[in-house]
């Protein structure tokens, strides 16, 4: 029987990097328990006002967060955060599959401008890896807002 994942991210700004993760995505940030969003709720919003009612003190209201597939394919990523700050190259990384079924030139051009994007969010660009037929079609190295490696494949 298979299992279900969900991916952790050890982050100093939890909220910050799932908005960021949730918008690279395509991911949705869930509003709290028993809640449900307006339309163009910001969740974020609805979490402080949730955690406040509860009794939850101000210092903890970016201890956690979250991003889920609307749809409910995908793995589940929390972000908890930490004191210690990133001191090496993350040893797992996210592949994100941004040009599937595309080759050469028109694979690359479809990672440099879902790169574009992702910078516009907070991301950085790392390096770029050329098609080398027929090991590897090229892809681009890129950090989050907080360091952590991923591709854009």
């Not at 700004?13 to 709290?32: C, E, I, T």
């Not at 307006?38 to 609805?46: K, T, V």
């Not at 994100?96 to 479809?110: D, H, I, K, N, T």
Request: aromatic share 8%.
């Amino acid at each position: 029987m298979s299992r279900t994942i969900q991916v952790t991210f050890d982050a100093h700004d939890p909220q910050s990097l799932s908005r960021f993760w949730a918008d690279a995505m395509g991911y949705v940030n869930p509003p709290p328990p028993g809640r449900e969003l307006e339309p163009g709720q910001d969740p974020f919003d609805a979490w402080h006002a949730f955690l406040g009612e509860v009794g939850v003190p101000e210092s903890e209201w970016n201890s956690a967060s979250a991003a889920e597939d609307p749809d409910g394919d995908g793995p589940r990523l929390f972000f908890q955060r930490v004191p210690e700050g990133k001191t090496a190259k993350n040893r797992v990384h996210l592949d994100l599959r941004a040009a599937p079924g595309l080759q050469g030139e028109e694979r690359m051009a479809a990672l440099e401008a879902e790169a574009e994007r992702l910078v516009a969010l907070g991301a950085t660009r790392v390096e770029r890896h050329e098609p080398a037929p027929p090991m590897t079609a090229g892809h681009l190295v890129m950090a989050d807002p907080e360091g952590n490696e991923f591709c854009l494949d």
